[in-house]
Structures are given as structure tokens and as C-alpha cells.
């Protein structure tokens, strides 16, 4: 079975504090996302890459980057943490990006005080 | 802009009983959907896909339609059971790849 691993379930930070978010896959797929999801609204995409040390911005990119050093490891990065970047944050990895078939994580839920 | 939207926001229904998700979408032009299932503290994992062409696809007591002429799907649960509790996301691709979801259906089965 594909697995994706997401090194913190639950992360409480302060105002200001950098965050990382580390994601590891482990059956070798190109492609790997972050998504933010939020009550009542759908999944919404921040960055995704497509290749090692690619990256490229999606619908909320603001307040994010992302490091992608191996093919295996997708990180997410908080620079200056702020209230409204609590949330439950979601990693997924696929084959290829036509295919869409994502494997989920099981999620990183950041509270920002 | 391409939009999913799903309803009912949340449903409650009696172990046994059956129901059914809706998903419109405004997605175009259109790939494929696919209906996810999150249970609670999880990510989404994948229970259906279905292209133009499909109408009616099974997987086990889940049972998806699809109508892309009024772009309307359906996922229809048989016969619920407790560990159906969850929330169901519809996930339009349009042919970009580019993905839209919904904001899910939260079910709650009750003994």
C-alpha cells in the first residue's frame, strides 16, 4: 500500500513562529501537494511539485513556501505563523497528475495562538 | 469559475437505512469525479471514479452516479452501516488536471 506520512498529527505554535510541516511518501510518485482544509469549505491547493527541487504555487500560495530536496519528502513551510493559518493541513502524493488518484496523509492540524 | 458543490452540508440516518450525496459541479471541460471518504482524523481516500462516458459504478454498498449532461453525480449508500460515518468529498478534474473539490457531505450513522 502506498503510504504517506505526515511527521506531526497535532502542532500548537505562537503568532510569529516558524512552522514546518514534513510529508514522506514512500512508492516513488512524482508528484506531491499540500492542501489547507477548512469547515465548510473544500480542499484548497498551496503548492504542489511535480519533480525534485520543483515547485509551483497553487490557489493559496500566500504565507507558504515548500522545499521538495528528495522525491520522497515534501515539506511545507509557515515563515511568520498568523491565526488564520490554523487549520488541518493535508499531503498527498500521485503517480502522475493525470491520473489523480491522490493518497492522502493523514493530516497536520496547526493551531496558531 | 469551476465550482463543486455538495449536498446536504450533513445528514443523520438510523443503521440499516439507506441514502444518497449530491454533487453538482460547474467544472468544464470535464475529466473525471471521483468520490473521496475521510473518516475522522484521516485523509480522504477514494471510493469512485467515473469518466463522461460512465453512468452507474459500484464498490461494494456505495454505488455513484453520474449525469453529465445537468453535471450531477450521486453517491447512493446501501444498507448503512456505523463504520459509514464520515465525511464524502466529490472531486471534479477538469482536462488541465487541475482539481476541484467539495466541500463534503458529513454523514452520521446512529445505532
Known amino acids: 500500500d502506498v503510504k504517506v506520512t505526515q511527521s506531526s498529527r497535532y502542532l500548537v505554535k505562537r503568532t510569529g513562529e516558524k512552522v514546518f510541516l514534513e510529508c514522506v511518501q514512500d512508492?516513488?510518485?512524482?508528484?506531491m501537494f499540500w492542501y489547507r482544509q477548512d469547515p465548510g469549505l473544500g480542499l484548497r491547493l498551496i503548492y504542489f511539485s511535480y519533480d525534485v527541487k520543483m515547485k509551483e504555487k497553487g490557489d493559496i500560495p500566500e504565507g507558504y513556501s515548500v522545499s521538495r530536496e528528495k522525491k520522497e519528502r515534501f515539506s511545507l513551510i509557515l515563515e511568520s505563523a498568523s491565526t488564520n493559518q490554523t487549520s488541518m493541513y493535508l499531503c498527498?502524493?500521485?503517480?502522475?497528475?493525470?491520473?489523480?488518484?491522490?493518497?492522502f496523509g493523514a493530516g497536520s492540524r496547526l493551531t496558531v495562538l | 469559475k469551476n465550482q463543486v458543490e455538495q449536498s446536504p452540508q450533513s445528514l443523520i440516518i438510523l443503521e440499516g437505512k439507506n441514502c444518497t450525496l449530491q454533487c453538482n459541479y460547474t467544472v468544464s471541460p470535464f475529466s473525471n469525479l471521483r468520490w473521496y471518504k475521510q473518516d475522522t482524523g484521516r485523509g480522504p481516500v477514494s471510493l469512485t471514479i467515473?469518466?463522461?462516458?460512465?453512468n452507474t459504478k459500484s464498490n461494494g454498498r456505495y454505488t455513484a452516479t453520474l449525469d453529465a449532461d445537468t453535471k450531477q453525480s450521486s453517491l447512493h449508500i446501501t444498507a448503512s452501516q456505523l463504520s459509514d460515518s464520515a465525511s464524502y468529498i466529490c472531486v471534479v478534474s477538469a482536462d488541465d488536471y487541475k482539481l476541484s473539490f467539495g466541500a463534503g457531505t458529513t454523514v452520521t450513522v446512529r445505532a
Open positions: 512508492m516513488d510518485h512524482e508528484n
Open positions: 467515473m469518466t463522461f462516458s460512465e
Open positions: 498527498a502524493s500521485s503517480l502522475s497528475p493525470g491520473a489523480n488518484v491522490l493518497t
